[in-house]
């Protein structure tokens, strides 16, 4: 079956969830998170398949080990395609795209590129167009500037960060349980995907950076 939207209890299970996070409360309404969450996101995942790649679901327990917050449930779903991101949550819909995370040699060959007098005023110019559309642009940055770089630097800003990814939230309304919001959520991420081009172009993803993911991750 194709995408219809998520289920009528999506958004009251994740308000649940945050009021009570607890094995308790995940147990009792489990079924919801299935019925309502994970399986209309599969199915939404399934249907932009084509265009944008096969998408994987996170999964829904948080990995508290090192954390200081030992809530054991993610008060959102969020999946991923490639460098593009959905996620639901009581706050609506959040569609992203670009590099959440990035290990060290993809930092430097990001700072190359934007130092780079050819490659750095194509992602300004990107950055700058969506954020007067609306969009959000953040990422992990440094405080400071990076050790060597000129404090008049053009792109200073860009060069501080160490991730990089521009996102759009909309509120729950009725078409988050209808088809529509598929083409939505498509739409988004084609206009964010002039970031993801570039990112993928000057940046990318080699067998190091991901092993060295995968080790941070143990």
Known sequence: MGFTGFGDAA???YEGLEADNSKA???????LYESDVRGPMHALLADLEAEFGPGRIFR?????????DKSPYKVQCGATAGPHYVQLSADG???AVGYYAMVPAQVARYRAAVD?????????????????DGFTVAGDRLKTRPRGTDPDHPRLDL??????????RWPPSDELHTPALAERVATTWRRL???GRWLDE???????????RARRRR
Request: hydrophobic share 45%.
């Open 11 to 13: 958004v009251d299970f």
């Open 60 to 68: 829904p327990h948080r990995d508290v080990r090192f954390a200081a």
């Open 93 to 95: 819909v959040m569609v």
């Open 159 to 168: 060069l501080r960060h160490r991730s990089l990814y521009a996102w759009y």
């Open 25 to 31: 409360y995940w147990s009792d309404h489990k079924h």
């Open 202 to 212: 000057h940046v990318g993803v080699d067998l190091d950076d991901a092993a060295e």
């Open 193 to 195: 995907a002039p970031l």
């Open 116 to 132: 780079d007098e050819r490659h750095g005023p194509v992602l300004a110019g990107i950055v700058d167009d969506l954020e007067a």
